[in-house]
């Protein structure tokens, strides 16, 4: 089991990889066909709100400890899930 501290260096970091992945995706929805480019957009723009979502709950994990955390962990790792599970979903719709 990871460490309070081991869990947010982790979860920063799969932050920052979605930032990017996001951002390559946004970029691909540009150079995609008209007809398609809009519906690539309201996708984008889904996971872009659970990722700010989770940035949210980054602040949130690291402002609680003991009961508190576990619980904002509990949903933190549900978040984390959707926003996983949403970008590879992107991921293979772009391809």
């Known amino acids: 089991m990871k460490t309070k501290n081991e869990y947010i260096e982790s979860a920063a ?3 920052k990889l979605w930032g990017a992945q996001i951002d390559l995706l946004n970029a691909k929805a540009e150079s995609a066909a008209v007809d398609i480019k809009h ?3 309201e996708e984008l723009a889904i996971l872009e709100v659970k990722q700010r979502a ?3 709950k980054m602040i949130e994990l690291q ?3 003991g009961e508190a955390w ?3 962990k509990e949903s933190a790792d549900k978040l984390w899930g959707e926003v996983r599970s949403g970008l590879a ?3 293979s719709k772009f391809k």
């Open 13 to 15: 970091s799969e932050l």
């Open 54 to 56: 989770a940035n949210e």
């Open 63 to 65: 402002k609680h400890s």
């Open 89 to 91: 979903s992107a991921v």
């Open 39 to 41: 519906k690539y957009h």
């Open 70 to 72: 576990e619980s904002v």
